[in-house]
């Protein structure tokens, strides 16, 4: 299995448009050890050839172009992604649909929620039905993805994971944040003979969240926030992780309890990835004390062109 980091960072990327905190000033300079990053999404194969895009972020086109076996490489008009799944209704993972619009033919998979959220938004109908089908996954059950001529030869499980409503319909939810189970998802995603997880969005460690994850080969997993009040603390915002529908990296005041880092210790997942990190978070410094940490605890900090094969 063959996997590409297209985008690491949360909505907004790092550093966000507006943001002049240290770290993302140190960003927008680009010194060393503060590599910018796109927001977040993968791009997964089992050929090497014929791909599928895990969430379509604003990015997305900046993404295509930086990784080169995302290139046309035939005809007049082609793609190597074959296929478009989708883990949540947020701005950050379906506006690149938006940079999707040419007439190229693809499946969009995503949860019957997400799917009525893009029915709702009439700008998503530039996606021409007679070349994009929309298909809603059944939470919990195997998928063998298709491709434009033949499967791709990958099997994805998409499975419930605590979160919220996607932002800009917090206002509608009638005070129900949390929203129904089909909100967010996680993804399992197989070629025959490895599996991996790609759980960008996730509120809590739940017993069945630790029993899917564990011995698992490769997690990409939320790094939203180092702390909990990050933001607060930053005087950048007001909510919390918890309030946003993130853990947080390093758990309940200064030690790891409660936190990520907490919920993987015993989980024996031989390698584990943060990614959708937002541009406040002191583990995007390679320098700082935050990155050591997690270091130190077996975890890695994904980044933009990074490449995995299983």
């Known amino acids: 299995m063959h996997i590409v980091v297209l985008g690491a960072a949360a909505g907004g990327g790092y550093p966000q448009w507006n943001c002049n905190t240290p770290g993302s000033r140190r960003a927008w300079r680009q010194e060393p050890g503060h590599k910018r990053r796109s ?63 040419e007439r190229q033919r693809f499946d969009l998979w995503a949860s019957a929620r997400v799917l009525q959220l893009l029915r709702d938004n009439a ?7 007679e070349y994009v089908t929309r298909r809603a996954l ?13 499967p791709l030869g990958l099997r994805v499980t998409a499975f419930s994971v605590p979160g919220k409503v996607p ?45 899917r994850l564990r011995g698992a080969a490769l997690v990409f997993f939320d790094g939203t926030l180092w702390r909990d009040d990050e933001l607060i603390r930053a005087e950048v915002g007001r909510k919390t992780g918890a309030r946003m529908g993130h853990m947080n990296i390093l758990g309940q ?8 880092l907490a919920a993987f210790a015993d989980l024996d997942v031989q390698r584990k990835l943060f990614i959708h990190l937002n541009t406040t978070n002191p583990v995007l410094d390679e320098a700082s ?19 995995i094969t299983l």
């Open 167 to 211: 932002l800009f319909m917090e206002s509608r939810s009638g005070g129900d944040l949390a929203g129904s189970a089909e909100e967010t998802v996680g993804l399992e995603i197989s070629d025959g003979s490895q599996r991996c997880f790609y759980i960008p969005g996730c509120a809590a460690m739940t017993p069945a969240l630790r029993e």
């Open 123 to 129: 700008i998503f109908d530039a996606l021409d039905p």
């Open 253 to 260: 005041g200064e030690g790891d309890a409660g936190g990520t």
């Open 39 to 101: 927001q977040a999404s993968i791009a997964v194969s089992a050929d090497g050839e014929r791909w599928l895009l895990i969430n379509a972020s604003p990015d997305f086109r900046q993404q295509v172009l930086a990784i080169p076996r995302l290139w046309p490489q035939r005809g007049l008009r082609h793609s190597p992604i074959e296929a478009v799944l989708l883990t949540s209704g947020e701005i950050d993972h379906i506006a690149g649909l938006l940079s999707m619009r």
């Open 138 to 150: 059944t939470l919990d059950a195997p998928l063998d993805v298709a491709g434009l001529d033949a």
């Open 289 to 307: 004390p935050e990155r050591a940490h997690v270091a130190a605890r077996g975890w890695e900090v994904a980044e933009d062109g990074m490449e």
